[in-house]
């Protein structure tokens, strides 16, 4: 089964911008892996916030967004606010049917 | 609006069975398919299973081939998890999310709250 890497933890500053990745075990990340990014805070249940590489749910604030940067996943978050401290996973699909999740960036806003 | 809600978790022995249901509603749940993911205390996310929207195709991560099944009752808009032979190391919150339907691609839109499963003897 495929692996997929994240930064364990980073740090923004109110206001600053900052890029989260996500990479495979199995070579570069492409629009094939339909790359979805997730946030979820303590004692809740995750909430997606891009899908298919960077596309955006009605719900997803327009400072976040999705890319593929130098064969990874990324999440960009402009304009980062004391909210948005929380921890991001990033899930790949393979093959169409079997989905690996990152371990997970903490994001910390300070 | 679309609701998950997932039940019959608890304390179970190691070796022993559990079976899990999501019951969801505010979407034509036969149009679906449907996911797993469960969160082990303090850790991350891990994909579980899915099944498609009519119950003709299931797929498992490794960790609990073999062990688990999926499945669902269309007539009752309800997902299960039966769970065999647990461990220790299966103990989790586990949550049920929508997927993709006949006509959208889109994935994991919709999460229920999570049911705790604990194996300890």
């Known amino acids: 089964q495929a692996v997929v890497t994240q930064e364990p933890s980073l740090t923004v500053s109110p206001g600053g911008t900052v890029t989260l990745t996500c990479g495979s075990s199995?070579?570069?990340?492409?629009?094939?892996?339909?790359p979805y990014w997730f946030q979820q805070k303590p004692g809740q249940a995750p909430r997606t916030l891009i899908y298919d590489t960077s596309n955006k749910h009605s719900w997803t604030p327009a400072r976040f967004s999705g890319s593929l940067l130098g064969g990874k996943a990324a999440l960009t978050l402009s304009g980062a606010q004391p909210e948005d401290e929380a921890e991001y996973y990033c899930l790949l699909s393979y093959s169409g049917a079997l989905w690996v999740f990152g371990g997970g960036t903490k994001l910390t806003v300070l | 609006q679309v609701q998950l809600v997932e039940s019959g978790g608890g304390v179970v022995q190691p070796g022993r069975s559990l079976r899990l249901s999501c019951a969801a509603s505010g979407f034509i749940f036969s149009n679906y398919a449907m996911h797993w993911v469960r969160q082990a205390p303090g850790k991350g996310l891990e994909w579980v299973s899915i099944i498609s929207y009519d119950g003709s195709n299931e797929y498992y991560a490794d960790s609990v081939k073999g062990r688990f099944t999926i499945s669902r009752d269309n007539s009752k808009n309800t997902l299960y998890l039966q769970m065999n032979s647990l461990r220790a190391e299966d103990t989790a919150v586990y949550f049920c999310?929508?997927?993709?339907?006949?006509?959208?691609?889109?994935?994991?839109?919709?999460w229920g709250q999570g049911t705790l499963v604990t194996v300890s003897s």
């Open positions: 199995t070579g570069a990340v492409t629009s094939g892996h339909y």
């Open positions: 999310a929508r997927g993709s339907s006949k006509y959208a691609t889109v994935n994991f839109d919709y």
